[in-house]
């Protein structure tokens, strides 16, 4: 194997029971900084509802929902309408698209204000997602750490999720590993995260 192919290979972030690509950061700052402007003015950002034992909870963290259709999407025992999407979100789609060699259809947008948001343990393998689909991962703002802990075993991994980078979460990652966003006090400026996503079962 060449130096080349060697540079060229995609590692895993996981050790087992699922595949993780972290690409690091694939726009340049500027571009980067633009996308994060762009998103935080023209995406319409709502509190995220969710129903937490029984209980109506709203929270800080924003978040939105767009498609290729009005799809309707339960998580957190809550049915949301998909938007239209919009020509940078489009765009983004596109270029994810083609770095991560999957196709998405929808995708869940996450605007955390600063290091007292975050997102706890969970995974992504609602029903309404394809199984085993691959879900893409793009930063722009803050860097933020996104960790991951197998359901079983406990063991954990964390990665640095940097301004303008993409990470693909495939395979069995979300049957086997949980995934967060933990709070930080060291962080005091917006991150917004976009997990482009394949919705089935219309
Ligand atoms: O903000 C992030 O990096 C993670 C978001 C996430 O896990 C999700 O939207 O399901
Ligand atoms: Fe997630």
Redesign the pocket.
């Known amino acids: 194997m060449s130096l080349f192919d060697l540079l060229d290979t995609e590692v895993n972030v996981l050790p087992y029971d699922g595949v993780v690509i972290y690409y690091g950061t694939i726009f340049s700052k500027e571009q980067a900084s633009y996308y994060l402007e762009r998103l935080l003015s023209a995406i319409e950002w709502r509190n995220d509802e969710a129903i937490i034992f029984g209980k109506l909870v709203t929270t800080k963290r924003k978040v939105a929902w767009y498609g290729d259709t009005s799809f309707s999407y339960t998580y957190s025992n809550i049915t949301k309408t998909a938007l239209l999407w919009t020509p940078e979100l489009l765009l983004l789609k596109k270029i994810v698209e083609e770095k991560t060699g999957e196709v998405y259809n929808s995708c869940?947008l996450?605007l955390?204000h600063d290091g007292n948001e975050g997102?706890a343990w969970?995974s992504?393998a609602e029903k309404d997602l394809k199984k085993n689909g691959a879900i893409a991962?793009l930063?722009f703002g803050a860097v933020?750490k996104?960790s991951f802990k197998h359901k079983v075993n406990k063991d954990t991994v964390s990665v640095m999720?940097e301004h303008g980078s993409l990470l693909v979460m495939k395979g069995t990652t979300q049957t086997h590993w949980l995934?967060r966003?933990p709070p930080t006090k060291r962080v005091y400026t917006a991150?917004v995260?976009l997990?482009f996503r394949f919705i089935d079962h219309q």
């Open positions: 869940l996450n955390y997102m969970h992504d991962s930063s933020r996104f999720l995934h966003l991150r995260n997990t």
